[in-house]
Each structure stands twice: as structure tokens, then as C-alpha cells.
T-cell receptor, first 113, second 114 residues
Framework: GNSVTQMEGPVTLSEEAFLTINCTYTATGYPSLFWYVQYPGEGLQLLLKATKADDKGSNKGFEATYRKETTSFHLEKGSVQVSDSAVYFCALSDRSGRRALTFGSGTRLQVQP | NAGVTQTPKFQVLKTGQSMTLQCAQDMNHNSMYWYRQDPGMGLRLIYYSASEGTTDKGEVPNGYNVSRLNKREFSLRLESAAPSQTSVYFC?????????????FGSGTRLTVV
């Protein structure tokens, strides 16, 4: 079946540091890939997505590239801010259209001033 | 504001009590979902409804029932609550199950079973 593996957190960084959160997946075919963000006390919000190999999704300074050869979709940001503190979830969508989104376990990011 | 609305936001139940979590979306989406979120386990799918009139089990359906009342509403029922059902419950919707536009989530219901 489909699965998503994320690096365990929490990830603690100082403001303006470089961020990488690793995400790898297992799926049949070529799924669509997503990053969601959850701020404290809120629901999940779509951060970015990529629907085919080599696509780069980007939003709010965050980027992730769909790497078919390594089955990865790592999230990066060049300079994090305190306001980026949240839990980040990697997810995949099965192209069969018969299965709902599969989520990773989430990675908590804490950015210190 | 357009989106997914969940009620209630918080609930405390005693073991054995029943309750229904309500969810409504106003985006004319075909598909709706119920997930639970537990520490260290991410989101796990309980049930989903690919379209009005259909429902399917997800990864953790035991102890739950759902009703797709119409295209807008998808409710989750706990018939006899257990402490293991203490969790945060999220409803979501999308154009269809395999949508490349992703899912829109509600703000969640925090349920405690004592």
C-alpha cells in the first residue's frame, strides 16, 4: 500500500537558518505529492504541491521538488522565521482516485528568535 | 468564509456515551473525509465519502459510523465512546478523491473520553 515517511521532530532552528524536512514515499505509479502545514490550534492548510516528476512546488518561500528516482519530496526554506513554527505533513494522492490522501506522521518545527 | 465547518470544537464524553460530530462544506465538493490525529501518528483516515450516497472505510473505522446526509454534510458518530477514541478529529473535503488540488480541512474537534 501507499506510505509516507517523514523525519522525526522536533526540528529546532534559529531564525534565518536553512530548513530541510525530509519526506520519502512508497506508492504504485506516480502519485501527486503535497506538503501541509498545521499552526497551533488550527486545521491543516495546503502549503505546496507537485503533480509529476521533476515538478517543483513553492509557496511562502518554501520549496519541494518531486524526485521520482529517489521517491522523495523534501521541504526546504532558505531562511526560517519564528512565524514558521508549526507541524509540517507530507502527503501523497493515489492517482487511482480510489484512495484518500495518505499522510506522514508530521514534523514539528520550532524556530527560536 | 467558504470552507469546512466542524462542530463542536471541544467535547468531553464519559465512556459508553454516544455523540455525533458534524461537518459541512460550502465549496460544492464531491468528496469528504474524517481523519483522527494522535501524537506521533499523523493523520489516520477513519471513513470517507467519494460522492454523495457512498461511504467507505479508511484505515481505522472500528467504533465509528458515518452518514453522508447530502452533498454538503458528512457526520461521524461514536456509538459507545471509549478512552482510545480520545483524539482530535478533522473533517476535510475535495473535488474528488484523487484531486490534485488537495484537501480543505476544518479546524478540528478535540474529543476527550473519560
Amino acid at each position: 500500500g501507499n506510505s509516507v515517511t517523514q523525519m522525526e521532530g522536533p526540528v529546532t532552528l534559529s531564525e534565518e537558518a536553512f530548513l530541510t524536512i525530509n519526506c520519502t514515499y512508497t506508492a504504485t505509479g506516480y502519485p501527486s505529492l503535497f506538503w501541509y502545514v498545521q499552526y497551533p490550534g488550527e486545521g491543516l492548510q495546503l502549503l505546496l504541491k507537485a503533480t509529476k516528476a521533476d515538478d517543483k512546488g513553492s509557496n511562502k518561500g518554501f520549496e519541494a521538488t518531486y524526485r521520482k528516482e529517489t521517491t522523495s519530496f523534501h521541504l526546504e526554506k532558505g531562511s526560517v522565521q519564528v512565524s514558521d513554527s508549526a507541524v509540517y505533513f507530507c502527503a501523497l494522492s493515489d492517482r487511482s482516485g480510489r484512495r484518500a490522501l495518505t499522510f506522514g506522521s508530521g514534523t514539528r518545527l520550532q524556530v527560536q528568535p | 468564509n467558504a470552507g469546512v465547518t466542524q462542530t463542536p470544537k471541544f467535547q468531553v464524553l464519559k465512556t459508553g456515551q454516544s455523540m455525533t460530530l458534524q461537518c459541512a462544506q460550502d465549496m460544492n465538493h464531491n468528496s469528504m473525509y474524517w481523519y483522527r490525529q494522535d501524537p506521533g501518528m499523523g493523520l489516520r483516515l477513519i471513513y470517507y465519502s467519494a460522492s454523495e450516497g457512498t461511504t467507505d472505510k479508511g484505515e481505522v473505522p472500528n467504533g465509528y459510523n458515518v452518514s453522508r446526509l447530502n452533498k454538503r454534510e458528512f457526520s461521524l458518530r461514536l456509538e459507545s465512546a471509549a478512552p482510545s477514541q480520545t483524539s482530535v478529529y478533522f473533517c476535510a473535503s475535495s473535488e474528488d478523491v484523487g484531486s490534485n488540488y488537495g484537501y480543505t480541512f476544518g479546524s478540528g474537534t478535540r474529543l476527550t473520553v473519560v
